[in-house]
């Protein structure tokens, strides 16, 4: 069955989809509820709380972007707001809304590369105001569930910077399994690094969920 058969039709508990229609187009919003947050596609006016953290080096430091300017960040919400249009849809980028604060404090996204293998890409951002509260762990445990069970992906991959000790961990939390160390992949701010390869199985992800050997 085409991907885009597979998960297009109805939604699977603890996620909201609506249709949002428009006389020129029909795009499918998402919302994931977790514990204590709420995955949902960007809205225009998120940009100013992406602004806040895009602009930090720190968040970047180890990213091929930033800091950014405010065009850069009006323009890379503007894509990801445009991402909910895409049929079938490949780009799943959500902004992390905190409720107790009503505020986008990250992003967080599923990237599907090769859609006849089912095979996605994660990635994810936080503010730094709002590091070391296990949020992105939150976050993209409820992305690989939204991945395996609506979205029927078969395997979903993550890369880090080697010396990303907050992303690797974050990983290794999910349950992915560290494949790779790539040497000098990326250039980063004008330097060579190298990067880990993570990745899970969906049978991988069933199997612990099962076993309840995963927090998230
Ligand atoms: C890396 C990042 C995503 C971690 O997000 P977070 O919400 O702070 O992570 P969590 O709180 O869920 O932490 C998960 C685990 O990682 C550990 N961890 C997080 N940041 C860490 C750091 N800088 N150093 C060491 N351990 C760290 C936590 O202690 C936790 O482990 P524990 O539960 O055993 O204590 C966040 O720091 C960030 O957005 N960084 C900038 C952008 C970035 O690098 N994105 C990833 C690109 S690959």
Known sequence: MPLANRYEKGALQGYNCWLNTS??????????HTRNLVLRDFEDDDWRDVHEYATDPEVSKYMEWGPNTEKETRNFVKMACAFRRQDPRRNYEFGIFLPTEKKIIGGCGLTIYDSDMYQAALG???NRNYWNRGIVTEAAGALLRYGF?????????ATCDVQNIGSAAVMRKLGMRQEAHFLEERKIKGTWRDTYLYAILGSEWKKMRNEKRLEV
């Open 149 to 157: 069970e609506k979205l029927a992906l078969h395997r979903i991959n």
């Open 124 to 126: 994810y951002t936080l």
């Open 23 to 32: 006389s020129t187009s029909v795009s499918t919003m998402v919302t994931i």
